[in-house]
């Protein structure tokens, strides 16, 4: 079985990813908790991200896929939001997983062809308001993968999906009660918020082979939102 690690897993989009994808690959999870892992296939081990050193975890030689969930929803007008704001956001966006890559590339180039997924956000491409501090972060992860994904090719692919507004604890404050999701629905040409599963199958589809003959893509997965105008 091909060997796939997931930084970040314990909840959420990555929790959805690793039970979509436990019974076709060795799972790895490099998380800092491990709360309902015990209900899934996969190996657990203890990690931070924004602070920890991935060459000292107890990995595999040989890494297949790389699904890396860290991120940060920072919505506040930019005259409130100080240069800290935004290096602390690009921090821990980008920045993060670029030393979690570089540590990872030598196990990563022993596979015959690994996959990457990152996740960025529709408002790269479509510009919204509050959103200048994660767009600027997340638009760092979308540059990054498509040179990353053009200087590697064809040994590792590099892909990134850019979700709209999704029901996960990150997003628990846009979605705290039913007239926000409501409203937030509303906005969607499919008329409601996406779920974690919406993410978890086209990350499947992108580690998996059938989509052997894709990389350097942004795809949106977004109810239609960065793409329709049904006014």
């Not at 705290?176 to 409601?192: A, C, F």
């Amino acid at each position: 079985m091909k060997n796939i690690l997931l930084i970040g897993g314990s909840y959420g989009i990555g929790f959805q990813v690793a039970k979509e994808l436990q019974n076709d690959y060795n799972i790895f999870i490099a998380s800092r908790t491990n709360q309902k892992l015990n209900e899934l296939k996969v190996t657990h081990l203890e990690f931070d991200a924004y602070k920890d050193d991935i060459e000292s975890l107890d990995l595999p030689e040989t890494i297949d896929g790389l699904v890396y969930c860290p991120g940060t929803i920072n919505l506040k007008p930019f005259k409130m939001l100080s240069a800290e704001a935004f290096e602390k956001d690009i921090q821990k966006n980008f920045i993060s997983l670029v030393n979690v890559l570089k540590g990872l590339l030598p196990k990563l180039q022993n596979s015959d062809q690994a996959s990457l997924v990152f996740y960025s956000t529709i408002a790269v491409q479509t510009g919204m308001p509050f959103h200048t501090s994660v767009a600027a972060a997340k638009g760092a992860i979308e540059g990054f993968a498509k040179s990353l994904a053009a200087e590697y090719a064809p040994k590792i692919r590099v892909n990134v999906i850019a979700p709209s507004l999704t029901d996960t604890p990150l997003a628990e404050k846009l979605l705290n009660n039913e007239k926000k999701k409501e409203k937030m629905s509303e906005r969607h040409p499919l008329k409601r918020v996406g779920r974690d599963e919406d993410l978890a199958y086209m990350t499947s589809f992108l580690l998996s082979d059938k989509s052997s003959w894709i990389t350097g893509q942004v795809f949106g997965v977004d109810g239609g939102l960065s793409s329709l105008n049904l006014n």
